[in-house]
Each structure stands twice: as structure tokens, then as C-alpha cells.
């Protein structure tokens, strides 16, 4: 199927949404042979942010780094990266007693609110191996094999909650990712033309917006 320009992407039904995969299919995802971009390709159907549903098989940590690898029974498993949760700090011992040396707590302050992105994910304390965890990410590759960038990782509660982003995966398979998606020829040249403009000055405030989006 046609891979369309980036000028049509705000027309794709997946482009700004979490889309719900099984990891065999994020394992066929392509670039289509296109590089410095964030994009990848189920089809022809441009995405940037997935969700996959699974259990955790394995926890491995690593200097800057810990991987997830999760398994969703689909027939394969997919590595997912968050960075290195910070060291535990070593609490001082009083040399006579060896007993931990009380000091007096710092003042904390309040940490700034910010929305989760692959450099700093929100992930749920406690994940091991034998949990059931939804986690939502962008595509990326590591020495040649598809891993997921975590934004966000949770654990997944009750078996209708997981029957549920199971019913959504398969909602989407069949209701859009199972046929190509197509931008007829009108449209096409509509948004290219609107592309080739000259773009206006952004003021401040839009000028937050957009990098805010990004």
C-alpha cells in the first residue's frame, strides 16, 4: 500500500493515538526504509505511539538502563527500556554500635509536574516477573530488534480490566489496522499545497502549545 507524506499524516486514524498491539505485531513493524524519523509502519499506517498487555518474564538491569520483557501470548516476547531507577542511598553507620548513624532528614522540595516521556516514564513501583502490566511506549530498535521506549508501565488488576485491552486490540485490528489506510487524491493535493505555504509567525503562547504537543 501507498505510504503517504508526512503532510497527510494528521489525516491517519493512528498517528496521535495509543495503539493497541500484540508484540508479534510490533515485531513486523517497518520503516519502510526511511530514516531520521520516529515513525514506523503497520501497513501503511503511521505510528508513533503503541500499547501492548502482558505478563513480565524477566527484569534486567543494567548501568543506565532496565529492561522489561514481556510476554502477551501472542507468540512472541518484546524487550521494553526504561532508564536505571536511581541507587539506593547508603545510610552512614555509627562505627562504635554499627547501628545506622541518625542524621537529619533534608528538606525536600516539591518536584516540578511534568508529563511522562521516554527520558522520565511513569512507572508503577514494585514491577516484577509474574505481573500483568500495561505498558505504553514508542517503537524503537536495539541492535537490530524491536524494543519499546516506556512512557508509561502499570499493573493491570483483575481479569476484566485485561480482557478488556484485549478486546481492544482486537477492535483495532479489525476495525482499521486490517485494511490499508487510503487518502484519496483530492485530499492529497489539498494538504500538500497547504504544506508549501509559508507559515505564519507563532506568538509565545502558541509557540508553548506546540512544543508542549511535542
Same mark, same amino acid.
Given at each position: &500500500?501507498?505510504?503517504?507524506?508526512?503532510? @497527510?499524516?494528521?489525516?491517519?486514524?493512528?498517528?496521535?493515538?495509543?495503539?493497541?498491539?500484540?508484540?508479534?505485531?510490533?515485531?513486523?513493524? +517497518?520503516?519502510? *526504509?526511511?530514516? *531520521?524519523?520516529?515513525? $514506523?509502519?503497520? !501497513?501503511?499506517? =503511521?505510528?508513533?505511539?503503541?500499547?501492548?498487555?502482558?505478563?513480565?518474564?524477566?527484569?534486567?538491569?543494567?548501568? +543506565?538502563?532496565?529492561?522489561?520483557?514481556?510476554?502477551? +501470548?501472542?507468540?512472541?516476547?518484546?524487550? @521494553?527500556?526504561? &532508564?536505571?531507577?536511581?541507587?539506593?542511598?547508603?545510610?552512614?553507620?555509627?562505627?562504635?554500635?554499627?547501628?545506622?548513624?541518625?542524621?537529619?532528614? =533534608?528538606?525536600? $522540595?516539591?518536584?516540578?509536574?511534568?508529563?511522562?516521556?521516554?527520558?522520565? =516514564? +511513569?512507572?508503577?513501583?514494585?514491577?516484577?516477573?509474574?505481573?500483568?502490566?500495561?505498558?505504553?511506549?514508542? =517503537?524503537?530498535?536495539?541492535?537490530?530488534?524491536?524494543?519499546?521506549?516506556?512512557?508509561?508501565?502499570?499493573?493491570?488488576?483483575?481479569?476484566?480490566?485485561?480482557?478488556?485491552?484485549?478486546?481492544?486490540?482486537?477492535?483495532?485490528?479489525? *476495525?482499521?489496522?486490517?485494511? &490499508?489506510?487510503?487518502?484519496?487524491?483530492?485530499?492529497?493535493?489539498?494538504?500538500?499545497? !497547504?504544506?508549501?505555504?509559508?507559515?505564519?509567525?507563532?506568538? *509565545? !503562547?502558541?509557540? !508553548?502549545?506546540?512544543?508542549?504537543?511535542?
Amino acid at each position: &500500500p501507498k505510504i503517504y507524506p508526512d503532510y @497527510c499524516h494528521s489525516l491517519s486514524p493512528t498517528i496521535s493515538k495509543w495503539v493497541p498491539l500484540r508484540v508479534q505485531d510490533i515485531h513486523s513493524l +517497518s520503516t519502510h *526504509g526511511m530514516t *531520521g524519523t520516529e515513525l $514506523m509502519y503497520y !501497513k501503511n499506517h =503511521p505510528i508513533k505511539w503503541i500499547r501492548i498487555t502482558g505478563v513480565i518474564v524477566a527484569v534486567d538491569d543494567f548501568s +543506565s538502563r532496565r529492561i522489561y520483557t514481556v510476554d502477551d +501470548s501472542s507468540g512472541a516476547c518484546i524487550e @521494553c527500556a526504561c &532508564p536505571a531507577p536511581p541507587p539506593i542511598p547508603l545510610v552512614p553507620l555509627n562505627y562504635l554500635t554499627g547501628a545506622p548513624q541518625l542524621t537529619t532528614p =533534608p528538606t525536600t $522540595m516539591p518536584q516540578p509536574a511534568y508529563p511522562p516521556s521516554t527520558e522520565k =516514564p +511513569s512507572v508503577a513501583d514494585g514491577l516484577d516477573v509474574g505481573m500483568v502490566v500495561k505498558i505504553k511506549g514508542k =517503537p524503537n530498535v536495539f541492535r537490530d530488534m524491536k524494543q519499546i521506549a516506556i512512557i508509561k508501565a502499570e499493573i493491570i488488576l483483575g481479569t476484566e480490566v485485561e480482557v478488556r485491552c484485549w478486546n481492544e486490540v482486537m477492535s483495532w485490528r479489525t *476495525g482499521i489496522l486490517s485494511s &490499508p489506510w487510503e487518502v484519496s487524491a483530492e485530499q492529497e493535493e489539498r494538504f500538500r499545497r !497547504k504544506a508549501e505555504r509559508p507559515k505564519k509567525m507563532e506568538t *509565545g !503562547k502558541q509557540r !508553548k502549545k506546540r512544543k508542549y504537543a511535542e
